[in-house]
């Protein structure tokens, strides 16, 4: 009676041992089918959040059913429990072990910011402050901060931000985000220099950087940076000024509406090529890598002037005579759709040229 009874026993624990491996069989099988939300959706990791503080994150939210399976397969397999903090996007029809899959390996979202050609450094610091998604720690910091904290304490900002679209995660920060565009165009202005033409009229890299900003300004067309580049170029190797309206504008500053006047051109700035001889002391924009190569290798010739067409191309001439009628039948005698940029895109202010 005692042995049927311990049998009877024997058979019973198997069997719920069996029907709870079973159900924890399902429970865990739970975790790769086809759930997550009903639109994509943001899922934000802290640093330091232990796994099941994530896994009932992830219930909560209505993003599993049970935190429990989560739990014990981290308990089977421990090495899943090393998720990454960060920001992450779920979208339709993930399952549980997908969405682990994405945090193990710190596929956080990613988000993006475009810098544009020949726009300002007080512009690229507006479009950080503009981005909601982007961590600001240089808001109250001044330009000069900016540039200490980078490890540049001595250098002036505008010029040495590369201009592009970038991609950061939540965890990156306004900071983080300057010192890669920074890095980018140490990295490009370093390329473009050492392979740069002979008997160029700059004097460091710094020279050819702010020829490669106003060059950025003069000119919206791809074709013509090389010959607005080799304009600029010869006026140096010749101490012609460089007469260009661009540096006029920034050295006006917040004064600039959109016009220059005959009294602006008098006006003595460091920046206004109509008084000073030789570049500008800083860049007066950020340029792009088409930009620098043009600075870095001109093009050849004997033009000296050129003046805005209307169209968003420029007219190039040899001489002051040719110049001055080149201005009465571009500039005196303007088309009705006159633009000095071939493309302007919203929001921006056209500049006159009359070099």
Same mark, same amino acid.
């Given at each position: 009676?005692?042995?049927?009874?311990?049998?009877?026993?024997?058979?019973?624990?198997?069997?719920?041992?069996?029907?709870?491996?079973?159900?924890?069989?399902?429970?865990?099988?739970?975790?790769?089918?086809?759930?997550?939300?009903?639109?994509?959706?943001?899922?934000?990791?802290?640093?330091?959040?232990?796994?099941?503080?994530?896994?009932?994150?992830?219930?909560?939210?209505?993003?599993?059913?049970?935190?429990?399976?989560?739990?014990?397969?981290?308990?089977?397999?421990?090495?899943?429990?090393?998720?990454?903090?960060?920001?992450?996007?779920?979208?339709?029809?993930?399952?549980?072990?997908?969405?682990?899959?994405?945090?193990?390996?710190?596929?956080?979202?990613?988000?993006?910011?475009?810098?544009?050609?020949?726009?300002? #450094? @007080?512009?690229?610091?507006?479009?950080?402050?503009?981005?909601?998604?982007?961590?600001? *720690?240089?808001?109250? !910091?001044? =330009? /000069?901060?900016?540039?200490?904290?980078?490890?540049?304490?001595?250098?002036?900002?505008?010029?040495?931000?590369?201009?592009?679209?970038?991609?950061?995660?939540?965890?990156?920060?306004?900071?983080?985000?300057?010192?890669?565009?920074?890095?980018?165009?140490?990295?490009?202005?370093?390329?473009?220099?050492?392979?740069?033409?002979?008997?160029?009229?700059?004097?460091?890299?710094?020279?050819?950087?702010?020829?490669?900003?106003?060059?950025?300004?003069?000119?919206?067309?791809?074709?013509?940076?090389?010959?607005?580049?080799?304009? #600029? @170029?010869?006026?140096?190797?010749?101490?012609?000024?460089?007469?260009?309206?661009?540096? *006029?504008?920034?050295? !006006?500053? =917040? /004064?600039?509406?959109?016009?220059?006047?005959?009294?602006?051109?008098?006006?003595?700035?460091?920046?206004?090529?109509?008084?000073?001889?030789?570049?500008?002391?800083?860049?007066?924009?950020?340029?792009?890598?088409?930009?620098?190569?043009?600075?870095?290798?001109?093009?050849?010739?004997?033009?000296?002037?050129?003046?805005?067409?209307?169209?968003?191309?420029?007219?190039?001439?040899?001489?002051?005579?040719?110049?001055?009628?080149?201005?009465?039948?571009?500039?005196?005698?303007?088309?009705?759709?006159?633009?000095?940029?071939?493309?302007?895109?919203?929001?921006?202010?056209?500049?006159?040229?009359?070099?």
């Amino acid at each position: 009676m005692i042995r049927s009874l311990s049998i009877a026993f024997f058979f019973f624990v198997v069997l719920i041992g069996a029907g709870v491996a079973l159900w924890g069989w399902q429970g865990l099988q739970s975790l790769e089918q086809p759930a997550g939300p009903e639109q994509p959706v943001l899922f934000n990791v802290e640093p330091g959040r232990a796994f099941i503080q994530v896994a009932r994150q992830l219930e909560r939210e209505g993003l599993i059913a049970n935190a429990n399976w989560l739990r014990l397969h981290g308990r089977l397999f421990p090495e899943d429990t090393r998720i990454r903090a960060g920001e992450y996007e779920f979208t339709p029809g993930m399952s549980a072990r997908e969405m682990l899959d994405v945090m193990l390996a710190g596929r956080t979202k990613l988000w993006s910011i475009q810098f544009i050609e020949g726009r300002r #450094f @007080v512009d690229m610091r507006e479009a950080l402050r503009a981005h909601e998604r982007i961590r600001q *720690v240089t808001t109250e !910091m001044t =330009d /000069a901060e900016i540039m200490a904290a980078l490890g540049v304490p001595d250098q002036h900002p505008e010029g040495w931000f590369f201009p592009d679209t970038y991609l950061f995660s939540s965890q990156e920060t306004d900071l983080d985000i300057l010192r890669r565009a920074l890095q980018r165009m140490q990295l490009v202005l370093a390329e473009e220099w050492e392979n740069r033409a002979e008997g160029l009229p700059y004097e460091s890299p710094y020279e050819a950087l702010i020829m490669a900003s106003i060059v950025e300004r003069e000119t919206g067309a791809p074709h013509e940076r090389a010959d607005v580049a080799g304009v #600029f @170029v010869r006026r140096l190797q010749i101490g012609m000024r460089l007469q260009t309206d661009p540096t *006029v504008i920034y050295g !006006m500053g =917040d /004064a600039y509406q959109g016009r220059i006047t005959r009294r602006d051109l008098q006006t003595h700035t460091p920046y206004n090529t109509y008084r000073i001889h030789g570049l500008t002391p800083t860049p007066i924009a950020m340029p792009g890598r088409e930009a620098i190569h043009a600075a870095l290798n001109p093009a050849e010739g004997d033009t000296l002037y050129f003046v805005a067409r209307g169209d968003g191309t420029h007219q190039f001439s040899r001489t002051l005579a040719e110049h001055n009628a080149a201005v009465r039948r571009y500039q005196l005698n303007r088309r009705s759709d006159y633009r000095s940029w071939p493309a302007p895109a919203a929001n921006d202010t056209e500049e006159e040229s009359a070099q």
